[in-house]
């Protein structure tokens, strides 16, 4: 892809700009900082990318690794604002993901243990791991705002933390699920996925390139049910205090 075509690639933001000044949406500042900022991110990850190939030692792509998993975890933060160590739960949840599936991925030896595939391919689970943190944080606050009475009502009878919020948690992970296991149904029929188009295009055979899709989308599947219970296990202690008593007092 020549420097002519990425720069003309731009016209596509124009549209919309077009759309967001037309109908007075007030996005437009909001697109031209998306836009430039995603071209400066990917060509610094390009160029990162490189060096890191290139120095293929184990410290560098644990180095890189760590780093995604710490600016993953520190954007799903921001949705359990006032739940103590949200980052730290999180940044664990992560972690604990990123190492079951790469254990799976390279211990069955599905893919070879080179930063070629490793940093790509973690960059799929850990991208992943993080949308799943948000949906499931933004449901759980949602739930547990609307059915304290609930969570009260299980407690006064004699029900213990885990009990009264178990519903609550099985309906956040449900929810936080939802969008990955849908889009997974349609793959194929309605989308051809980036990794498989970026394989075609490249030039690979497509039966091939269907082969490594097919193990990214069932690696999405594992890993975002992992992020969602793993999350719900370490955070709902942390609604209630030492007394067992439901305190959310810190989401104000």
Known sequence: MSVLAIVLSFCFVAIPLFLSKAFQLGLGRDLIIAALRASIQLFIVGYILKLVFGFDHLAVVVLMLLIMI???????????????????????????VELITQTLLLGLKIVPATPQYIIPISGMIIGNSMVISNLFLNRLKAEVDLRKEEILLVLSLGGTVKQSIFPILKDSVKSSLIPTIESQKTIGLVQLPGMMTGQIIAGADPLQAVRFQLLIVLMILAAASLTAIILSFLIYPSLFNKHDQLDISGWK
Not at 81 to 93: A, C, E, H, S, Y
């Open 70 to 96: 710490y600016v993953a975890a520190k954007n799903a933060a921001k949705r359990g604002k006032g739940i103590p160590n949200v980052f730290i739960k999180i940044f664990l949840t992560i972690s604990l």
